[in-house]
């Protein structure tokens, strides 16, 4: 159907839409617009007349802008499409055009252009300028998606799935394997309740954000200290059974495979991020706890050392001299300013003696601890052993002119690393500088080792012992292990790649790479039988002298003890048998305690010292049961089991 428009207006057309839509037959005519004016298609208003499914016949209009581009205007005389100025110019007023609309049956018809070229020359431009803006967005997603998938599976490599067990692992053997099945999947509702209160929030689904927040909040009381399904709270699967309704909700609504993956990569590296600062400054706190001393031990050596002065104990304790340098004795070396610990190491060694009257003690503290020391070996002396304490101070040999690290010691860089506090090496830098800085790598105890033959010249064998270790048999058959030539006898500590020497020496450095292998194996101080004629033979001190001065700058090695010991007794050291000497009771909870119960001397090494309340609980009873906790100046200082 049409409608004819007249008068002296031109005559814009008669337009007939004939469409099916809906069951319903379409028919569209066109007003015209303002007088003599064509250009602008906001202006053309198209009456579309219809029939109701009623059997009415009703209209309505629709501004031509309004069409969508699947519309084509097409002339009723000549049948040709074409764009729409090019129809309504015509100087006839017979022509009709007609209004189609593709319904899907496959025929092209031309879409609506604008009403001037500049127009389409700018739609054009902007519908381009929007393709390449969303192929350029869309390929920078899936490179940043692409790098964040990189990202994820490079963390995952470096990840320690040493398994460790739970906190409270020392009670593992007693636990169900399955007994905190609960917990763990309590805990991964709540990963996944925040991920989807996040996605929630940012949709401005309030409603479902709080309701996600506020079970999360009640999942994690429910669960708080807990470590296992049976230290949970009564209520938590009914808080489970809740929490999954509310997940399957939330998936329900906001589920978006990409969406979810990059709000759960997100969370993982964010958690990382805070698990590497708790770390540091765990580290820091461990450190801190493991190197102050505790009230008890300090009250000791101070109820020690007034006794010693008050009752004229000075002017006791003369010991035989003989005995002191006689090498065909079993000769002991502690090097150590822990009363305490030095007790548990000499008695527990006297009680599995054969010949005790055989053994001699040399003890050397420092000037700070030498009447203390001395007072608790003079009121407690072992049984028919020799005790001999020396003070580090009187040895004036040994001093800067010829020990290089008491001249390094003295340089101004040295003394930065260690007393300035905003030194690069502090919190922020890592756990490895911080455990470095610990003043113990100051002390000349620590590299008295060093000088064995100069401290002990009569003596041709010695045994030397750390302060935090136990002895718990007869050590004497390692004066008969033929050690070929080699001047250190020492345990080996390497397994597979752990504990060689890349772990300790700076192989990035020419100096170390040309003149040892990265892969030899590492051995153990703590119990270690010295030939001190093969020492003085070698000249190891003097070896130990030279490395020590190219090192001056810590770049070969960081600090300590052990990393020159490797160094100075390379292709020197004969591997003894593991079960003289088990390491790791100060730091591995996971030991074997048939091999702790088989080994000749087990060694404390780590923060985890057995006199402190950090020592782990399981290991404590090896090093306390040699401690007499009867003692007049242990229950004055209230040190008890």
């Known amino acids: 159907m049409g409608f004819v428009m007249s008068s002296c207006c031109f005559v814009l057309m008669l337009l007939c839409l004939a469409c099916y839509v809906n069951g319903r037959n379409l028919e569209l005519g066109i007003f015209h617009a303002k007088e003599g004016s064509f250009a602008d298609e906001e202006d053309v208003k198209i009456i579309a007349t219809y029939s109701h499914s009623s059997g009415e016949v009703r209209m309505g209009i629709v501004r031509m802008k309004d069409l969508s581009n699947s519309w084509a205007w097409e002339n009723t005389v000549d049948g040709n499409h074409g764009p729409i100025n090019d129809l309504l110019v015509e100087k006839t007023t017979s022509n009709h055009s007609e209004m189609r609309f593709d319904g899907g049956s496959g025929t092209q018809y031309q879409p609506v252009p604008p009403s001037s070229p500049v127009k389409l020359k700018r739609r054009m431009m902007r519908q381009e300028r929007r393709v390449l803006r969303t192929a350029e967005l869309i390929q920078q997603g899936k490179e940043e998606d692409d790098q964040m998938v990189e990202a994820a599976i490079e963390r995952s490599k470096n990840l320690d799935t040493t398994v460790k067990g739970k906190y409270s692992i020392w009670r593992r053997d007693y636990e169900n394997p399955n007994s905190d099945s609960t917990l763990k999947l309590m805990r991964d509702q709540i990963i996944m309740a925040k991920a989807y209160a996040t996605i929630a929030k940012s949709k401005n689904n309030t409603s479902l954000y709080s309701v996600l927040m506020k079970h999360s909040r009640e999942s994690r009381q429910v669960i708080g200290e807990a470590s296992s399904d049976a230290e949970l709270h009564s209520s938590a699967l009914d808080q489970a059974k809740a929490m999954g309704h509310i997940l399957s909700l939330a998936k329900d609504q906001l589920y978006d495979c990409l969406t979810v993956a990059r709000k759960l990569r997100g969370m993982l590296q964010s958690t990382e991020d805070n698990v590497n600062a708790l770390k540091k400054k765990s580290a820091f706190l461990i450190q801190l706890a493991a190197k102050t001393v505790p009230t008890p031990l300090h009250c000791l ?110 340089s101004a860089r040295v003394k930065e690393y260690y007393f300035k506090a905003n030194h690069p090496s502090s919190l922020s830098a890592g756990t490895d500088n911080l455990k470095y800085r610990n003043p113990k790598y100051l002390s000349m105890l620590n590299h008295l080792r060093f000088y064995l033959p100069e401290v002990y010249p009569k003596l041709n064998k010695i045994l030397f012992l750390d302060d935090d270790i136990v002895v718990q048999k007869d050590l004497t058959p390692l004066w008969s292990v033929d050690l070929h030539g080699m001047v250190n006898g020492a345990v080996e500590t390497c397994k597979e790649s752990f504990h060689r020497f890349d772990k300790y020496l700076n192989f990035s450095n020419p100096i170390i790479s040309e003149n040892f292998d990265p892969g030899a194996c590492g051995w153990a101080y703590g119990m270690n039988m010295f030939d001190l004629k093969e020492w003085k033979k070698r000249n190891i001190t003097g070896i130990y002298h030279r490395w020590q001065d190219m090192n001056e700058d810590r770049t070969l090695w960081k600090l300590g003890t052990l990393p020159p010991g490797l160094i100075t007794f390379y292709n020197l050291t004969y591997p003894l048998d593991r079960r003289w000497h088990v390491l790791g009771l100060g730091y591995d909870p996971a030991l074997n305690l048939t091999e702790i119960d088989n080994a000749a001397v087990v060694h404390y090494n780590g923060n985890y010292k057995p006199w402190l309340d950090l020592a782990v609980a399981k290991y404590k009873p090896y090093w306390s049961k040699y401690i007499m906790f009867d003692n007049p100046y242990l229950r004055r200082c209230n040190i008890s089991e």
């Open 301 to 410: 050596p101070l109820q020690l050392t007034a006794d010693y002065y008050f009752l004229h104990y000075a002017s006791k304790g003369d010991l035989d001299k003989d005995k002191i340098e006689d090498p065909s004795l079993y000769h002991y070396a502690i090097f150590s300013d822990n009363v305490l610990a030095t007790s548990v190491v000499v008695n527990s060694t006297m009680q599995h003696a054969q010949e005790p009257e055989k053994h001699v003690f040399h003890i050397v503290t420092d000037k700070l601890n030498f009447a203390a020391m001395k007072m608790w070996f003079l009121v407690n002396p072992p049984a028919k052993a020799t005790v001999q304490v020396e003070n580090i101070d009187e040895f004036t040999w040994l001093n800067s002119s010829y020990c290089s690290v008491l001249r390094q010691l003295e």
